[in-house]
């Protein structure tokens, strides 16, 4: 029953977006992290996860009418542009330096991308000062002593924070039931 | 030795993970789990780099929809932008000259005009006092009119400099030069005979006179897919007048020389896709003055410099904006 409403909730979500492109942000806010989650798992750095990330949802925005409903989650047809814009990205890659091609995505590469779907949609539901730990150290890499200082904290405080952010996102991390992944149903785009 | 309490011994386990490229080194067994989330957030995206994303999806879907014509209303494609000492006094001059029309004048509070808009015939013209940012850059402008010496007089009048009195040329066209008080360079022309002016010209051209001509109209095939439509050069290749079009407006350029010394220009450039002209422009050998953002007063603009000295503001209107 519950899946059944996420599924007329996401149509809903979809046929807006359709009729009125200004309502795409929703599908982008409900999406983002599982797009992203899935890219910055297969490719060498941050830079070109966010360039494949941005081409995805500018793609899927402009193709928005094409989708039609049938079952599919919204979230298969949005990993199978991210799956292409990888494929051709290698292809290009490749003929330059001769890289071999990604493998398909397994069962097991398919429930990373959820958890860390669902890691990074924790991260923002944490107390503000807690997040700005999170991303300062994690993404920015930077040291205690530099986020102590930004923060006007000590430095004791800083690795308080960041364990308590960590001690509740793993308490908040459940892995959800498995979605569909690229190369499993395919989306009629 | 006191006992480290947990959050410190998390951080030198996350410490050695960081500093580790592969996988995270084995952590004490309480806090593996914790390093192995803290491992998978190195991925974490950036949350400038998602709300930027947002918001560059939220401007084209309002683009898809938008009823709004890329150009603002008024404008052409191409708009001269006179950043000149003294903005106030050109204006005065344009109007007292040209029967200019002024449109808009926003003062700062240090009695500068921070931008204008003027209209001459049936062009627009924008102008600003410069500033540390944005120093003068006198441009020339080629005017077309009906009655030449007419308006050369009033000019001079009106306080402008002569740069040469009306001449009938051999290149169909009667005109005489006048700097205004900006340093703006007029060209006052009106056409003659078989003449170069082209049937679509507006009243105001910009003409760029340039260091390296030739170069600079390749730069705008690249960059702006400017088409060229009429170009004279000697046999080794300088250019003397060449005219190109890029969207529907008409740009002249030259290679500068003696009394014409090189004059690049600040201009509007109205696009449909800000983001990949701005992109194509770079590509094509222009500097970032900056990228493209949206402005309250409706146009999504960016800007670059192309390597002859111009200023190029590439923008796409996104909405009307009530002064």
Redesign the interface.
Known sequence: MKAQRKDADERLLVEAAQA???R??DL??EH??RV??FI??RVRN?QE??DL??QV??QA?ENLRRFEWRGVPFSAWLLRIAANAMADRWQQVSREQGDPPPEPPDEAAAEDIE??TL??QL?DTLPADQRRV??A???E?KS?SDIARELGRTQ?AV??L??RA??S??AQ?RPRPKQDAPGGRRAHA | MPKS????R??QA?EAM?GSSGAAPPADAEFQ??VR??T????????E??RN??A???R???M??ATVSFIREGFHTVTPYLIVQGAAEVLEFARQAFGAQEIFRFKLPDGNIGHAEFRVGDSMVEIADGNQQHPPIPATIHLKVKDVDAVYERALQAGGVSLYPPTDQDYGERDGGVQDPGGNHWYIGSPRGETHFLPDQRSVTPSLHIAGAAQCIEFLKQAFRAEEVMRHQTPDGIVHHAKLRIGDSVLEIGEAHGKFPAMPANLHLYVPDADAAYRQALAAGAASEREPRDEPYGDHIAGVRDRFGNIWWIATHIKNVQF
């Open positions: 009125d492109p200004a795409f942000a982008y806010e983002f992290e992203y989650a910055a798992g941050r996860a966010e990330t941005s949802f500018q925005l958890r860390r890691l990074y991260v999170v991303v150290r994690f993404v890499q205690i004791g690795k308080q960041q364990f960590l001690e996102l793993r991390a | 309490s947990p959050a410190q998390l951080d996350i960081l789990e914790l989330i803290a998978a957030l190195r991925e974490l995206p950036r949350p780099f998602k994303l947002k560059d999806l939220d084209r879907a309002r898809a929809t």
